[in-house]
């Protein structure tokens, strides 16, 4: 199985102040026949179910905000926030869905500080 | 507009058997991969298993084989998750989700892919 680490796993970032999230996988979950990585992102806001932000590492998903971006191939992915707000304390969560079962990271908590 | 409604809140002793549901609406049920994600109090997702509800298609979780059983009913559009006897270390906050799902060609096998779609949770308590 495919095991994916977070870090930090948690930080307080200023408002208006850029938030960066690490998510490395076990093994690689790029797939080289179509050249895409097998990796989403949730953000997980307090007792409501995760959202979809991002998949295929990069892709914005509707109505996500564009201050959210991700980057990353093959075992090395990264979710910024350009500028922190307020709406944007959550956990956020990695995913893979190269193999099964598609693991998730165990998450990094965003606060302000 | 895309919809997974999941049944209420559960209260359970250890050893009984239990039967949630999540019901689809909004899109082709038979078409996409749909299943559940368990979440313990304070603690991280955890992928448990998926249906495919065309032809019954399943995956499990290793560390949920044998220990649930997913099922779905396509003409009420309807997935459920069910255990034969609970235990405490049950107790967790349930969400059903959908997995996008891609064909490549008619009558293909349908990959799935990220999780587009949420429901809202179902809270299942097992306590003596």
């Known amino acids: 199985d495919i095991v994916m680490t977070q870090s930090p796993d948690s930080l307080a970032v200023s408002l208006g102040e850029r938030a960066t999230i690490n998510c490395k996988s076990s093994q690689s979950v790029l797939y080289s026949s179509n050249n895409k990585n097998y990796l989403a992102w949730y953000q997980q806001k307090p007792g409501q179910p995760p959202n979809l932000l991002i998949y295929?590492?990069?892709t914005r998903d509707s109505g996500v905000p564009d201050r959210f971006s991700g980057s990353g191939s093959g075992t090395d992915f990264t979710l910024t926030i350009s500028s922190l707000q307020t709406e944007d304390v959550a956990v956020y969560y990695c995913q893979q869905y190269y193999t099964t079962p598609p693991a998730f990271g165990q998450g990094t908590k965003v606060e302000i500080k | 507009e895309v919809q997974l409604v999941q049944s209420g809140a559960e209260v359970k002793k250890p050893g009984e058997s239990l039967k949630i549901s999540c019901k689809g609406s909004?899109?082709?049920?038979?078409?996409?991969?749909i299943g559940w994600v368990r979440q313990m109090p304070g603690k991280g997702l955890e992928w448990m298993a998926i249906?495919?509800?065309?032809?019954?298609?399943?995956r499990y979780g290793p560390s949920f084989q044998g220990q649930v059983t997913i099922s779905a009913d396509k003409s009420s559009s309807t997935a459920y998750l069910q255990w034969s006897s609970l235990k405490a270390s049950d107790t967790a906050m349930y969400y059903c989700?959908?997995?996008?799902?891609?064909?490549?060609?008619?009558?293909?096998?349908?990959?799935?892919?990220?999780?587009?779609?949420w429901g809202k949770g179902t809270t299942v308590t097992v306590s003596s």
């Open positions: 989700m959908r997995h996008e799902t891609y064909y490549y060609g008619s009558g293909s096998y349908g990959y799935y892919y990220y999780i587009d779609v």
């Open positions: 249906i495919h509800p065309g032809d019954s298609d399943t």
């Open positions: 295929w590492a990069s």
């Open positions: 909004g899109y082709n049920f038979t078409n996409f991969w």
